[in-house]
């Protein structure tokens, strides 16, 4: 039996204290990422067939270039987020759980800078 009344068991935001934020912030990816995916889609297909020159020209474009680095951008963090609930649901080890963490962590900002870099290279 608890002695936290409905209210409170409702306003609680789980252990972390930050489950809204999060799930605020995955919704928010998924919004940025609707348009960009379709753009990015359209973009892959009209460039079926095109050479390596091509492409490098195409990515040149300011326009295309932020738009992959818009993509790479909210598609890493909306991957951050999404596995760091399946790291916190599934993984019940306080070692381990940190460990995961942080390794998802790093390993989505290294792929996230080196995805940018690459554009980058490209563009200028």
């Not at 990816?29 to 020159?53: D, E, N, Y």
């Not at 916190?88 to 996230?112: C, I, M, P």
């Amino acid at each position: 039996m608890s002695l936290r009344s409905p209210l409170a068991s409702a306003r609680g935001l789980g252990a972390a204290h930050t489950g809204a934020a999060e799930w605020w912030a995955q919704r928010l990816t998924v919004v940025a990422l609707l348009p960009l995916s379709i753009w990015f889609g359209v973009s892959m297909v009209s460039l079926t067939g095109a050479t390596h020159a091509q492409f490098v020209e195409w990515t040149a474009a300011p326009l295309h270039a932020v738009g992959l680095l818009l993509v790479i951008g909210a598609a890493s963090y909306h991957f951050k987020l999404g596995l760091d609930v399946v790291i916190d649901d599934y993984v019940h080890s306080g070692a381990t759980k940190l460990l995961l963490l942080v390794a998802n962590g790093f390993g989505t900002v290294v792929t996230a800078a080196v995805s940018a870099f690459a554009v980058l290279k490209l563009a200028l």
